[in-house]
Nanobody, 122 residues
């Protein structure tokens, strides 16, 4: 069973930046597609961004394109989400997830982090 441990997050004013980190235990990390999801109060969890294992292609939902950047460090078994120009609507609990399946199969992420709160004040 993989362990997925998140760090980062917190409270920031609109326009500010935050960086989330997510470390995955074990040696399988380089083979994982990694993704970030978020869940705002009263809303369903949504996919935010993903990065593939080999050529490290990245994918984003439209609301975060140009503001968020997902990256990975395979030596450190860690994926990052750099969030810039944050908006109040980005407020949510953010989750990191790992899968050996294709990144877009959002129901096939078996390993999840504990979640971290991101709050953006106006």
């Amino acid at each position: 069973q993989e362990q997925v441990v998140q760090s980062g997050g917190g409270l920031v004013q609109a326009g500010g930046s935050l960086r989330l980190s997510c470390e995955v235990s074990g040696r399988t990390f380089p083979r994982y597609s990694m993704a970030w999801f978020r869940q705002a109060p009263g809303k369903e969890r949504e996919f935010v961004a993903a990065i593939t294992p080999n050529n490290a292609r990245t994918y984003y939902i439209d609301p975060v394109k140009g503001r968020f950047t997902i990256s990975r460090d395979n030596d450190k078994c860690t994926v990052f989400l750099q969030m810039n120009s944050l908006k109040p609507e980005d407020t949510a609990v953010y989750y990191c997830a790992a899968t050996l399946s294709d990144y877009y199969k959002i129901n096939e992420y078996p390993y999840w982090g504990q979640g971290t709160q991101v709050t953006v004040s106006s």
